[in-house]
């Protein structure tokens, strides 16, 4: 598994990581251990929560599995500011209260990294700021992030928050890359060139923000997963094609396309199935060429101009 810097070298991850948002589907605790045993026998040590994942649930059986020494060999990430069906906080007292909250159930004394999960239109940076600041002072946290902004909304954070924005994870997928798109199609009149999200690839380069994709293998926003999906079939066709070349799955191949990228992103994957973890992970050793990466763009229904 090759590992990429996040925040410049401030601390290294695998470019796979695990999304355990559905680890509560899996019937026993063992499961879920013998889950996260594959993870790391594969090279990911890094693992993705949030405090609203089964309400709380995903965190507690992932916190009753792992011991001491197994969590020093991890890199775990949560996220917070979401109140299902309330409202985002970004308030100091929000986010220290569900930072605790996740330590409690992750049964551990800190997290490597803290995102805050959407963006709060209410939000006061000097208040986030001091909560970044008493996290990181206790050692509570020792990185932190943002999920879904875009760069003026990062850079007002990290105005106020000594550049402590380190990642951005935004729904990314072959069939899901708006922010692509709208970089290709520029100075044209189509949909495609709509610029959505204010140039966020390009934005977090420039910052040395890394970008983590979340849902890489689905096609709208949890609509359904575009591999197998008779919906695209030429996507689905060309994938095959190089799964067979390269000698691997088409899970692989969709993550390969990812990893691709020159932003280095990093891919969250969020499948509870071992054989499918393994199976993904094989995507690391895979190098798409420029133009296999192209025909893969072009095939989930986009024109080049």
């Not at 925040?7 to 019937?27: D, F, S």
């Not at 805050?116 to 209410?122: I, K, Q």
């Amino acid at each position: 598994m090759k590992n990429i810097n996040i925040g410049n070298g401030k601390i290294q991850v695998p470019e796979i990581g695990l999304g355990c948002m559905r680890i509560t589907e899996l019937k026993t605790k063992e499961a879920v251990r013998s889950l996260i045993d594959t993870a790391m026998d594969q090279g990911i040590n890094f693992f993705d929560h949030a405090d609203i994942y089964a309400g709380g649930s995903a965190e507690e059986i992932f916190g009753d599995v792992t011991d001491a020494g197994l969590r020093n060999r991890m890199l775990i990430q949560s996220k917070c500011a979401i109140r299902p069906g309330c409202c985002f906080d970004f308030s100091k007292e929000h986010i220290i209260n569900s930072v605790e909250g996740s330590l409690k159930r992750l049964k551990t004394d800190y997290l490597d990294i803290l995102l805050l999960h959407r963006p709060d239109t209410l939000m006061e940076p000097e208040e986030v700021a001091g909560a970044f600041q008493e996290l990181e002072k206790s050692g509570k946290v020792r990185y932190f992030g943002v999920s879904n902004e875009n760069p003026y909304q990062m850079e007002l954070l990290n105005k106020y928050c000594d550049n402590k924005i380190l990642i951005n994870q935004l729904q990314f997928s072959i069939a899901h890359c708006g922010i692509i798109d709208a970089g290709i199609n520029v100075n044209i009149h189509n949909d495609a060139g709509t610029n959505r999200d204010g140039g966020v690839l390009e934005y977090c380069r420039l910052k040395d923000i890394t970008i983590q994709a979340w849902s890489p293998f689905q096609y709208g926003m949890f609509e359904g997963v575009f591999l197998n999906n008779e919906k695209f079939p030429l996507l689905n066709k060309t994938i095959d094609r190089l799964a067979e070349k390269y000698q691997v799955s088409n899970n692989a191949i969709a993550i390969a396309w990812i990893l691709r990228h020159p932003a280095r992103i990093q891919a969250i994957v969020g499948s509870t199935n071992k054989q499918r973890v393994a199976d993904i992970c094989k995507a690391s050793d895979i190098t798409l060429t420029r133009e296999e990466w192209y025909e893969l763009y072009m095939a989930a229904g986009r024109q080049l101009p």
